[in-house]
């Protein structure tokens, strides 16, 4: 009988988890459905956005700070996981390409030369907290609400320091959304901007070139629309990143739910044998009484 008391224990502990990942589910499936949302409605504004600034600055010449590009020495790294975990892979993968990234700068580096690290999502800030060495930064709170106006003013301050020459590089390390099932981990570059015509993917005279009017003048629309465009990317990559959290969550919540109804059909399975033995037992007990009375 201890044997039938210690499975029905680990029956009730395993239906008690399959209860709370099912719930979990429900509602990363509820999360996911506004982030995903969130992110389409996103993609086609900051696309169409950075193509446009792409055409005006054509040939360069009408570079802003925010394309200026310096010898490395001192680099931001921005990380971006989540706050939570239970969903998989999806920090881990984060985390340890950051490392790989912070590894090849500070091999790079020169000697004066600083490594800032700019943490969005707790489980990266815990991770990376560990290095005494990095020059760390914390945004946590980004992702509880995240709005348009509280990122964009992250970026600002980026921007705001690239332009005064505390950074010289920015890199942004982070999951792409893609569907439920698949998040693409992505290492960009944020800063300096690489103007269409100087990032070699394409030719100047090859690239479609359109025949814009400028009002009220060409320089002012890229000085204006270029910081614009900095603002929007960067709250596409946080909107990315939540979108493949939710789904990363709800895909590894579905998994623990599948791998505890298989458990459950297993251990009521070995109750059922373990009970039928136990009773097969006591009738042999009864049936060995009754003749040994007989006898």
Excluded at 104 to 123: C, N, T
Excluded at 195 to 215: H, M, Q, R, T, W
Excluded at 230 to 250: C, K, N, P, V, W
Aim: proline letters at 3%.
């Amino acid at each position: 009988m201890a044997n039938l008391k210690e499975v029905r224990t680990r029956i009730s502990s395993v239906s008690s988890t399959q209860q709370i990942t099912s719930a979990m589910k429900m509602v990363s499936a509820a999360k996911f459905r506004r982030a995903q949302n969130a992110i389409i409605g996103m993609r086609p504004y900051a696309s169409q956005l950075g193509e446009i600034v792409a055409d005006i600055d054509t040939g360069g010449e009408l570079l802003t700070p925010y394309h200026a590009k310096r010898p490395l020495c001192n680099v931001l790294l921005v990380v971006i996981t989540s706050n939570k975990g239970l969903c998989g892979a999806f920090n881990s993968n984060v985390i340890k390409q950051a490392q790989q990234r912070i590894d090849h700068f500070r091999s790079v580096l020169p000697a004066d030369g600083q490594l800032h690290v700019l943490s969005i999502g707790k489980k990266s800030s815990e991770a990376l907290a560990r290095q005494k060495d990095l020059i760390l930064t914390v945004h946590d709170e980004l992702l509880d609400a995240p709005t348009f106006d509280a990122i964009a003013s992250i970026a600002d301050d980026i921007m705001e320091k690239f332009s005064a020459k505390q950074f010289d590089h920015v890199e942004v390390v982070y999951n792409v959304f893609k569907n439920s099932l698949t998040q693409i981990l992505t290492t960009e570059q944020w800063l300096p901007v690489a103007p269409k015509s100087l990032n070699g993917s394409k030719d100047i005279k090859e690239s479609k070139v359109n025949d814009y009017i400028y009002e009220p003048s060409k320089e002012e629309i890229v000085r204006s629309m270029v910081p614009l465009t900095l603002r929007s990317t960067f709250y596409r990559m946080i909107l990315d990143s939540q979108a493949s959290e939710h789904g990363a969550r709800m895909n590894a919540m579905q998994q623990a739910t599948d791998n505890a109804t298989e458990l459950l059909k297993d251990l009521r399975l070995s109750y059922n044998k373990a009970r039928q033995a136990a009773i097969t037992n006591e009738i042999i007990e009864i049936v060995s009484g009754s003749e040994a009375l007989k006898g």
